[in-house]
């Protein structure tokens, strides 16, 4: 089975701060995705990656970077946190077919900004 | 453009009722690909199915049916005999083979079977 795992389930963090969030994935897929879940708006997706070092801006990349070291793992960072990233975070992954692949997602880090 | 309407925010049923979870799809490209998910309280989305534009079979999957439409751009999720493990947000989302990699997902609807 897939697995795509996310460092933390919950974070609280305040303005300001510098927040990290990882996802690492077994199953050598060459694409890694980040997407914000809000009520209402369904998943929007921030940003991916198709290989390592490689990135591509979502539909709401403001706000955020990311980093693609190793093709296993996917980092999300919040150079400055605000209380309008509070959220819950997806991370996936999903083999380099165009369009038909399957994305496989992480339980998701819910995270407060206070 | 494409975009995804899940019109349902919320729907309640009764265990054993049957249900359906009505998703529209709107693209341009002739080749796309549909694909339903479920999101579980625990937070993950799990992958339900997967159907391409060339395949116009309905599926069913135990309890699970899914019925693609192309002549009304309708992809729905009917799920029969509910239960309360069914309790879920449900997302349908569409992936056009040319350009990048995106999912286009709708807002989700959310399951609640009541016992």
């Known amino acids: 089975d897939v697995k795509v795992t996310q460092s933390s389930r919950y974070l609280v963090k305040r303005t300001g701060e510098k927040v990290f969030l990882e996802c690492v994935q077994d199953?050598?897929?060459?694409?890694m995705f980040w997407y914000r879940q809000d009520p209402g708006l369904g998943l929007r997706l921030i940003y991916f990656s198709y290989d390592v070092k490689m990135k591509e801006k979502g539909d709401i990349p403001e706000g955020y970077s990311v980093s693609r070291e190793k093709k296993e793992r996917f980092s999300l960072i919040l150079e400055s946190a605000s209380t309008n990233q509070t959220s819950m975070y997806l991370c996936?992954?999903?083999?380099?077919?165009?369009?038909?692949?399957?994305?496989?997602f992480g339980a998701g880090t819910r995270l407060s900004v206070l | 453009a494409q975009k995804v309407t899940q019109a349902q925010t919320e729907i309640s049923v009764v265990e054993k009722e049957d249900v359906t979870l009505d998703c529209v799809y709107e693209?341009?490209?002739?080749?796309?690909?549909l694909f339903w998910y479920k999101q579980p309280p625990s937070g993950e989305l799990v992958f339900l199915i997967r159907r391409n534009s060339f395949d116009e079979q309905n599926e069913i999957s135990g309890r699970y049916s899914w019925n693609f439409q192309k002549s009304t751009s309708s992809f729905n999720f009917t799920i029969t005999a509910s239960q309360v493990v069914d309790s879920a947000v449900y997302f349908c989302a569409l992936s056009v083979t040319g350009g990048t990699y995106k999912y286009i997902f709708g807002t989700g609807t959310r399951l609640k079977v009541l016992a």
């Open positions: 996936a992954s999903s083999p380099s077919t165009r369009g038909k692949n399957i994305q496989y």
């Open positions: 693209t341009r490209d002739t080749t796309y690909y």
């Open positions: 199953m050598d897929h060459e694409n």
